[in-house]
């Protein structure tokens, strides 16, 4: 069990059911990104572990999901984005559009508050139909 997990029950979790923790993979946990093997198989493993901790927390009074995120510019990758590669990623999405990393917030925010008490083990796709 994790440090967090060991919190949590110390808290009281097992009472008050309100236990939260949300796992951060990606669209790759379910989509081939070619040239990206390693990247693709660790976020598969990190939906899976969601799973898995939420199968063997549940009576504990913690909640696991996972939030698998499309393509979000960030300060590491826009330089790539602004090249032709990039725009032709873009311009391969149904929106052609990439996503903000404040597009996960609302998303995130329910997965961790009161409102998602009867969500665990839960895999959820944010990526504005980039995996489509």
């Known amino acids: 069990m994790t440090p967090g997990a060991r919190r949590m029950i110390k808290a009281g979790c097992p009472e008050t059911g309100r236990g939260r ?15 990206l093997t390693a990247y693709c198989t660790s976020k598969a493993g990190t939906a899976m572990m969601g799973k898995s901790l939420a199968r063997e927390w549940a009576r504990k009074g913690i909640n696991v ?9 960030t300060e590491l990758n826009s330089d790539w984005f602004d090249q032709e590669g990039g725009q032709k990623l873009v311009a391969s999405f149904p929106r052609k559009r990439l996503m903000a990393e404040s597009d996960l917030a609302p ?21 504005d139909g980039q995996s489509l």
């Open 21 to 35: 923790m949300l796992l951060v993979a990606s669209i790759g946990a379910h989509k081939v990104l070619p040239g």
């Open 65 to 73: 999901n996972v939030l698998c995120p499309g393509y979000i510019r």
């Open 107 to 127: 998303m995130a925010l329910h997965l961790l508050s009161d409102a998602s008490a009867t969500i665990t083990g839960g895999v959820f796709t944010v990526d």
